[in-house]
């Protein structure tokens, strides 16, 4: 297993998980008690959407992106979806994985037990997925329902939404890795709140002009392209570097996150 | 109850593999040594304790055997396996009881014990049925529903025991168990545990409390500054560094150095501490007499039977809670 060359880019101790789905199964029992939580996700996007058709949408009238014509809120909507995903990826691996970390003791307990490292990363990461993916639907049907959906095609924007959080999520843990205190997590918005306001999600990438390098640098713009391909249906070869971006982003943070926890946890 | 261990012992038929092992043992963090080479061997079915004050190096030794902190020096083998290698397998026969409380929080009793058969790969009926019978046995059942955080830490810490239980361990490990509980609960989990250490389950704990050692353990070490610095039953431990009674004499605030002369060739040693004067002698009420009949005037005065405080105190010249 570990000389086939694609594994190489997986973390030895997470190549040794063996139960991540336990750690799901704990998010589960935790969310029997709490379920009406996740009902938050559905109001979220409801609001934004209804905000821009409503509002914003009318103000601004269509835009056009290469030879489509999308009213407002169908060029908005994907973006709204990307930085959903994006929020609540970075939303569970910060603040939820800092406390079981530093002051639930949780990780410690598990590991007391035949769980490894390996385990606590891909199943705390793997939460970050499942939620998401639950979110994102929730997501999806308030856009059809909406009609701003333009082809079957955006159904991939669910496993993008998956993509989109597995990047955050495991860069989100690894940025948690290194939090001393609360304040620390005073920096997240500073970091998604620019990604959120200057990826493409409210004017195209042209419009930056000679800047639109900058926008590439951000991992939330790569979402956003995708999704918005999905949901207009077009395909081109830039959605493999967008893809490739992702999986980059995700497999890097998963290198952190399994170092960092086998140097916190295990010492 | 279920805690009913199996134990496993392979080589030769006749000779008893220690269910630990351990040989020049070292922990160091960077520059800081915290357990500097210390040898033990802890037998199945037997109480093994570490007695030593804060910082001794009790805990990271207790991690190092729960195989969540890996050997800085030396051999250390449980179930005849490597920590190195075998970390999975070992913990999966191990039972722990940390320090500080791990319990989830955002679970139930009942959930916490549930989720945790379940990381050893107990089915979900399997997990639910130990966790009745082990809250039972904890005499928490009233509490299999409630979250955890309303709990006392008394009944959390009954809850992390019946937690450790859930795998029928061969081997339980509780480090400091009973630290910051009131009395009264030191005593249900101490009866818990002599419950445990009857039905055969082994057990290694931590303590500073020298009662808990002796309540407890069949067999210790006094650990002092990440070396071990005596070893053997509590009763052989008393009976080799200390004297059977003790005389401890309290003078005015502040006279106790001045009255030290007293205590000087009246037996066979004696401690200056800062309240008291502690004199180590056959015959308590013979050595009071003998005081007074000298003319010292201590504002009271005890005889009592050594403890391994006392052995602690000899050893290390300190006591062991300050």
Request: include cysteine.
């Amino acid at each position: 297993m570990s000389t086939m060359p694609l594994l190489r880019i997986v973390p030895p101790v997470v190549r040794a998980a063996r139960r991540p789905q336990r750690m799901l199964e704990r998010q589960m029992m935790c969310y029997r008690n709490t379920w009406p939580i996740l009902l938050s996700g559905f109001f979220e996007p409801l609001f934004y959407l209804l905000s821009i058709r409503v509002g914003i949408g009318k103000l601004v009238g269509d835009v056009t992106v290469g030879n489509h014509v999308l009213t407002y809120a169908e060029f908005v909507a994907p973006a709204m979806m990307a930085s959903s995903a994006m929020n609540g990826a970075v939303y569970d691996s910060t603040m939820n994985v800092f406390h079981k970390l530093k002051y639930a003791r949780t990780y410690d307990a598990v590991l007391a037990t035949p769980m490894g490292i390996g385990d606590v990363a891909l199943g705390e990461i793997g939460w970050a997925l499942v939620r998401g993916l639950l979110y994102a639907t929730a997501f999806l049907m308030t856009m059809a329902v909406l009609g701003l959906t333009s082809s079957w095609w955006v159904l991939i924007s669910l496993p993008v939404c998956v993509l989109i959080g597995f990047a955050f999520a495991a860069v989100g843990m690894a940025s948690t890795t290194y939090m001393r205190a609360w304040t620390d997590f005073e920096f997240v918005p500073t970091v998604t709140m620019p990604l959120f306001l200057f990826s493409a999600t409210f004017y195209p990438v042209s419009s930056y002009g000679s800047w639109a390098w900058v926008v590439q640098l951000s991992p939330l713009y790569h979402g956003v392209a995708l999704i918005r391909a999905a949901n207009a249906g077009t395909a081109s070869w830039g959605i493999v570097g967008h893809v490739v971006f992702l999986l980059t982003m995700a497999f890097a943070g998963l290198w952190v996150v399994s170092r960092r926890l086998q140097f916190l946890l295990l010492k | 109850m279920s805690a009913n261990p199996t134990h496993r012992t392979s080589g030769a038929p006749g000779i008893r593999e220690p269910l630990i092992h351990a040989e020049g043992l070292v922990k160091k963090f960077g520059a800081f040594t915290a357990v500097d080479g210390i040898d033990f061997d802890v037998q199945p079915g037997e109480a093994f304790g570490f007695l030593g004050p804060n910082g001794a190096g009790k805990s990271s030794t207790m991690r190092m055997i729960g195989c969540t902190s890996p050997i800085s020096g030396g051999t250390l083998r449980l179930f005849g396996l490597d920590p190195a290698t075998h970390g999975r397998e070992i913990r999966k026969r191990l039972g722990v009881v940390p320090q500080l409380d791990s319990l989830d929080s955002e679970l139930t009793v009942e959930e916490n014990l549930i989720i945790y058969g379940r990381y050893f790969d107990l089915s979900r009926a399997e997990a639910r049925r130990r966790a009745g019978e082990l809250l039972e046995f904890v005499q928490l059942s009233d509490r299999a529903k409630s979250r955890v955080e309303p709990l006392s830490g008394g009944m959390k810490r009954r809850v992390t025991i019946a937690r450790s239980l859930i795998n029928q361990p061969d081997l339980l490990l509780l480090d400091e168990p009973t630290t910051g509980l009131d009395p009264q609960a030191r005593h249900i989990l101490w009866d818990r545990l002599y419950r445990l250490k009857q039905q055969g389950v082994t057990l290694v704990l931590t303590t500073h409390y020298m009662d808990e050692a002796e309540q407890l353990c069949d067999r210790l070490v006094v650990m002092d500054a990440g070396r071990i610095a005596a070893e053997g039953s509590p009763r052989r431990l008393i009976e080799q560094h200390a004297t059977r009674e003790v005389l401890e004499l309290r003078f005015p605030a502040g006279a106790n150095a001045e009255n030290e002369h007293f205590a000087i060739g009246l037996g066979e040693r004696h401690e200056l501490l800062p309240d008291r004067v502690l004199v180590y002698v056959n015959d308590g009420d013979q050595a009071l007499a003998s005081v007074i009949a000298a003319g010292a005037k201590p504002e009271s005065a005890l005889v009592r039977r050594s403890t391994l405080e006392d052995v602690f105190l000899h050893l290390t010249g300190r006591t062991l809670v300050e």
